[in-house]
């Protein structure tokens, strides 16, 4: 035992620094890990937490802008148009010829597939779009 001690006495002495010498910064290994946690979580901030927070934001839009006649995708896959918002529930109407409805709470609902608006968008683009067609066709035909 008295051995074991006097070979880290020995081992202690042969590693302190000289006399002469600087001392190094005992908070100079802390510091650079405190910097480089802070950049690991910035970086996850960035990668991780507010692009979710946007997805949810944009979500919560998606859900509280739905309305009647809005045709849209459920979690489960099922696409029905929006007959009748009451509170937190929607009724969908799934098949017209069979007059199927079904109940669903608004969470479930993941997208909206179309709506009347949309739909209307686009068949005024799709016209103009045939316009401009028809005018750019007599032009290069002169």
Not at 5 to 28: F, R
Not at 79 to 108: N, P, Q, S, Y
Request: proline share 4%; charged share 30%; aromatic share 4%.
């Amino acid at each position: 035992m008295l051995d074991f001690i006097s070979a880290v006495l020995a081992q202690t002495a042969e590693s302190a620094p000289p006399a002469g010498s600087p001392t190094q910064d005992p908070w100079a290994g802390s510091m650079n890990f405190v910097v480089i946690m802070v950049v690991m979580i910035v970086i996850f901030y960035l990668l991780v937490i507010r692009p979710e927070n946007q997805r949810k934001k944009k979500r919560e839009e998606m859900l509280g802008g739905l309305k009647k006649r809005d045709q849209v995708v459920t979690v489960s896959g099922l696409i029905g148009t929006i007959e009748e918002i009451d509170g937190d529930e929607i009724v969908l109407l799934v098949d017209r010829r069979k007059d199927v409805r079904m109940r669903f709470l608004r969470r479930a609902i993941e997208s909206v597939y179309s709506s009347p608006e949309t739909e209307k968008a686009v068949k005024e683009a799709v016209k103009e779009a045939a316009k401009d067609a028809a005018k750019d066709a007599k032009g290069s035909g002169k």
